[in-house]
């Protein structure tokens, strides 16, 4: 396995710089900022953990989001290759990231499942204004085929997509999906905030209230900045291996997380403010886009709500897929160049194994329920060790090889494309590095990992 890849020169590569946004910004933009940001900040006590949220993406996420597109183009190899090239001794780091993958990909096409289930229950019209939607989505997670059904048909369509290679699978998607995303998410968030009481959201959302913040609290907005971004476990490195030399490193390192924080944001007004004006519960946990968001479409008469709430559906569908062909596509890449095997059986042997995980995942919320390591359901176990754990450390780890290893010449040349792009914050760029990001990552690691019991 030591000798170079044999598909190095056909490597496949984006067809434009705007694919290459696209496809990145589309790994990020996804469950994480539609799904999960709203709860995080409804169950975390809302400002404070925004603020901390921002704070993370400002100095955590930038840097670490430039520092993997400097490692993947630098070296045009998924992330396991690309620290074996670079310093063998942290190849751990890209092997660790393969499991990251693997993991998310345990629990994620559940919830990529059951946003299919919801675009079906609103087009046989089982989401109607009255019906019981604690007790439609209660039904749903809880069974035993219906959710695994649905899985597995999420699970195939990110295998399709990804068998189709880059430019042919992945950025053609993700050019189709991103601006429609855009567009939904924008229609809905001005609905939200022009219903009336909405005003208590708006404040819930952005007006912070310090008393709640504690350890637990900080490690989990740093824990989404990492799982909203992508980052931390070699999938920017991952796609920007697929990068062309001459591509600008760090303005697509701002685009990214800016149009990320931008969609998490406008997710939090979709939602926020309109489960507080319609007098719903914030802190309802994974459960709110899916109980609350109906129960809100149906209140603005049969028809509008809808059709809002099947556009926003398969605006989540299409945004979950864009991230999750992301992470498959880390495995994939990971058995293509190390392990020499054909695009087609990596596919095919990733999702089957994603389905078995996914089906331990999918009934830990039913007929499993009873099984829990240390307070955690399947569900929540792989969503905390990635979280929480592997990708914070995976995030420490490629922040001190870059500021200690790599090295300060070999990282300028790369994002600068040997001098030819100007990066006037270079020098505070490589100190984040060097020293803060792993310092912080290390304090807030240590101080909210008590928090892990559930
Ligand atoms: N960022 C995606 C989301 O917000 C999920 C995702 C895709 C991801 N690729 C990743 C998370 C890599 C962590 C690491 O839904």
Not at 193 to 217: C, H, M, Q, R
Not at 370 to 393: E, Q, R, S, V
């Amino acid at each position: 396995m030591d000798q170079q890849p044999s598909t190095v020169e056909k490597r496949d590569q984006f067809g434009s710089r705007m694919g290459f946004i696209l496809a990145a910004a589309g790994s990020a933009v996804g469950l994480g900022n539609l799904w999960k940001f709203p709860y995080m900040t409804g169950a975390n006590g809302g400002g404070a953990f925004v603020v901390i949220y921002l704070l993370a993406v400002l100095i955590v996420g930038f840097s670490l989001m430039l520092m993997e597109f400097a490692l993947g183009r630098n070296t045009s190899l998924a992330a396991a290759g690309a620290f074996r090239t670079l310093d063998n001794r942290f190849t751990f780091l890209g092997v660790m990231g393969v499991f990251s993958a693997f993991i998310i990909m345990g629990f994620y096409p559940v919830v990529g499942g059951w946003s299919v289930a919801y675009v079906v229950k609103t087009l046989t019209g089982e989401l109607v204004a009255g019906a019981s939607y604690d007790a439609i989505f209660g039904t749903l997670i809880s069974g035993t085929f219906t959710p695994v059904f649905w899985t597995l048909i999420y699970l195939l369509m990110n295998v399709v997509i990804v068998a189709g290679g880059i430019s042919g699978g992945i950025e053609k998607a993700a050019k189709l999906m991103m601006p429609a995303l855009f567009i939904l998410l924008i229609i809905l968030a001005i609905r939200s905030i022009t219903l009336p009481g909405a005003g208590a959201g708006l404040e819930y959302l952005f007006k912070p209230d310090w008393s709640l913040v504690n350890g637990g609290v900080v490690l989990a907005a740093l824990g989404q900045a990492f799982f909203s971004l992508s980052l931390g476990m070699g999938c920017m490195i991952t796609y920007a291996s697929y990068l062309d030399k001459k591509e600008n490193l760090v303005s697509t390192a701002f685009i990214v997380p800016a149009l990320d924080t931008l969609i998490a944001i406008l997710a939090g007004i979709v939602i926020i403010p309109a489960t507080i004006a319609l007098g719903f519960e914030v802190g309802a946990g994974p459960g709110l886009v899916f109980v609350t968001i109906p129960a809100v479409f149906a209140t603005m008469g049969a028809t509008v709500g809808r059709i809002l709430s099947l556009f926003f559906f398969v605006l989540v569908v299409l945004a979950a897929l864009t991230s999750s062909m992301s992470l498959l596509e880390v495995v994939v890449s990971y058995l293509v160049d190390e392990k020499n095997m054909t695009r087609k059986k990596a596919v095919t042997l990733a999702g089957i194994v994603m389905f078995i995980m996914s089906i331990a995942a999918s009934l830990s919320m039913g007929a499993w329920s009873g099984f829990t390591i240390m307070g955690n359901n399947i569900f929540d176990l792989f969503d905390k060790i990635t979280t929480n754990i592997t990708m914070p450390l995976g995030g420490m780890g490629i922040s001190i090889f870059v500021g200690w290893f790599w090295g300060k010449e070999k990282a300028r040349g790369e994002v600068t494309n040997d001098g030819t792009i100007k990066f006037k914050l270079f020098d505070l760029w490589f100190f984040a590095c060097k020293w803060v990001i792993p310092i912080i990552i290390g304090i807030v690691f240590l101080t909210g990992i008590s928090s892990f019991p559930g």
